[in-house]
């Protein structure tokens, strides 16, 4: 049997243009028929895009391992472990790696914030990755741009139900919690009128995009792309390698542009955990409902 992100992560490359699609299945169905219990990772590069989710825990215990402390206990009916990652993708594969061979969760979730990746895309909106990719990944001529060598892949899939799942709580979360959490003062300062949910492509690098000419140059190399960011990929690399089902969300703080830096700085101590907090209970709530 295929394993889920062969799945849901067919990649083609046509012309000079890289193609992904998505097959649904029934991975969520196998599953429970299986009796398989989640136990889900969730990483952030930042404190302040994962506060709150820590004290929410019950039962909560700490381990330190590898220069990271590693919070388990139960968020909403869900058994979970939280953990930062710090900022990169050798941070993000390193945290990844560990959560599921030290601490044995069956599925990840990336929360935090992003570059927008479009111009459509503004400062508030919400992105969930339906793939992701390692923008500074080259080693031409030997592999075409982004394919990580000697794997065939320059796209790594989301887990499609989980990634469905997230769409959902972002959608509740801006219809039902955005106008009680997130004040009238933070709104008229990042300009948040109408928040919008996206979902497409997210591109990682160890890079912080700040140059509109090299944000602008990706655009147009990686059609579909939402978002930019540092570690997705390389989470998303760990998690198809391991078999683990994977997805990512985040919260668009910045444009990429000389602003970028102001922008996130500000965006991410004022406003970024409300977001994470809001959608990860609203996703955990539904799963301890609804099953995976
Ligand atoms: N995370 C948030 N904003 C970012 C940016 N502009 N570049 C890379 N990662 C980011």
Known sequence: MLDPVHKTGLIHKKSDVYYYYQVIYIQV???????EKMRLGIISALHEEQQGLMEAMLDATTTEHGGRVYTQGQL???????????I???????????????????HILFTGVAGAGDAGIAVGDI?????????????????????VPLTGLAYFSS????????????HGFLEHDFMEVIDAGQRAAFRLAQPRVHRGLIASGDQFMHDPAVINALK????????????????AQVCYELGIPCAVIRTISDNANEDAATDFLT????????????IVRRYCQALAKHGF
Request: charged share 15%.
């Open 76 to 86: 909403w009916g869900i058994d979970a472990v939280c953990v930062l990652s710090r």
């Open 88 to 106: 990169g993708k050798v941070a993000g594969a390193v945290t990844a790696t560990l959560l599921v061979e030290k601490f044995g969760v069956t």
């Open 159 to 170: 887990d499609h139900a989980m990634a469905l799942q997230l769409l959902t709580a972002a």
């Open 220 to 235: 147009v190399a990686l059609p579909g792309l939402v978002a930019v960011e540092m570690e997705g990929a390389a989470v």
């Open 29 to 35: 169905n196998l599953k429970k028929k299986n009796g």
């Open 127 to 147: 992105v969930v990755a339906d793939a992701l990719v390692q923008h500074d990944m080259d080693a031409r001529p030997l592999f075409p741009r982004f394919e």
């Open 267 to 278: 965006f991410v101590s004022a406003v970024a955990a409300n977001y994470a907090f809001y």
